[in-house]
């Protein structure tokens, strides 16, 4: 399963940042990446960044590069989404999900619940 730990509230100030945690139980050989979603309301599921558990190679999504970077902790089955700059436009429903990695969202099989981040003053 994969489980969404968010450290902190739900709302951050403008410039802020915030990390998200995703904690990857029960592994499959299917499930070697660890990738982060969101989604605003009445648009589509966007992809931020993913990264593979084995060799650490990452994916970013224009929007987010540069403010936000992943990693993972292989010991503690954990991805991490660090989130700096934050502005208002990424105010959305944020998703982890594992799969096989890269940019695709079909190629994400495990979910995460999604959990509300608000940038707002």
């Known amino acids: 399963q994969v489980q969404l730990v968010k450290s902190g509230g739900d709302l951050v100030q403008p410039g802020g940042s915030l990390r998200l945690s995703c904690v990857v139980s029960g592994f499959s050989l299917d499930y070697y990446a660890a990738g982060w979603f969101r989604q605003a309301p009445g648009q589509e599921r966007e992809f931020l960044a993913a990264?593979?558990?084995?060799?650490?190679?990452?994916w970013y999504g224009d929007s987010v590069k540069g403010r936000f970077t992943i990693s993972r902790e292989n010991s503690k089955n954990t991805g991490y989404l660090q989130m700096n700059r934050l502005k208002p436009e990424d105010t959305a429903v944020y998703y982890c999900?594992?799969?096989?990695?890269?940019?695709?969202?079909?190629?994400?099989?495990?979910w995460g619940q999604g959990t509300q981040v608000t940038v707002s003053s």
């Open positions: 999900a594992a799969g096989s990695g890269g940019l695709t969202i079909w190629n994400y099989r495990l």
């Open positions: 990264v593979r558990w084995s060799s650490g190679i990452t």
